[in-house]
């Protein structure tokens, strides 16, 4: 299931913003980049180059995945915006171990 409208992070500004001023924490298979926001909820973006996977399904399974471990977690969170930028080594990886780092990841996101 996607991403509810209001915890999408879509506005390229906003992104940029991230991209910019934005602190990292690095996980197994990606990047999380974080700021906070001056909104209600958080919002979210899952960035996954061509470079890393090749086929748009592939693509499209993996935003899937990633999307069905935050999707829960989003309400909880204190306001800021995440950027998740996927890394070459998701590849080998399963639902499970997918699940368990971006958890552990998540968690570690203060503001």
């Keep these: 299931?996607?991403?509810?409208?209001?915890?999408r992070l879509k506005n390229?500004?906003?992104i940029e913003r991230v991209v910019r001023h934005g602190r990292t924490i690095k996980g197994i298979f990606c990047l999380i980049?974080?700021?906070?926001?001056?909104?209600?909820?958080?919002?979210?973006?899952?960035?996954?180059s061509q470079k890393i996977l090749k086929r748009a399904v592939d693509?499209?399974?993996?935003?899937?995945?990633?999307?069905?471990?935050?999707?829960?977690?989003?309400?909880?969170?204190?306001?800021?915006?995440?950027?998740?930028?996927v890394t070459q080594s998701i590849l080998e990886k399963g639902f499970d171990e997918i699940k368990s780092d971006?958890?552990?990841?998540?968690?570690?996101?203060?503001?």
Excluded: G
Excluded at 1 to 7: E, F, G, I, V
Excluded at 33 to 48: E, G, M, Y
Excluded at 60 to 82: F, S
């Design 12 to 14: 390229a500004k906003d």
């Design 59 to 85: 693509r499209n399974k993996t935003r899937r995945r990633i999307t069905e471990v935050i999707q829960p977690l989003m309400p909880r969170l204190a306001p800021c915006d995440i950027m998740i930028i």
């Design 33 to 48: 980049r974080f700021l906070k926001n001056d909104l209600v909820n958080s919002r979210c973006t899952i960035i996954i």
């Design 1 to 7: 299931m996607a991403l509810a409208t209001k915890y």
């Design 102 to 111: 971006l958890e552990q990841n998540i968690k570690k996101i203060t503001v």
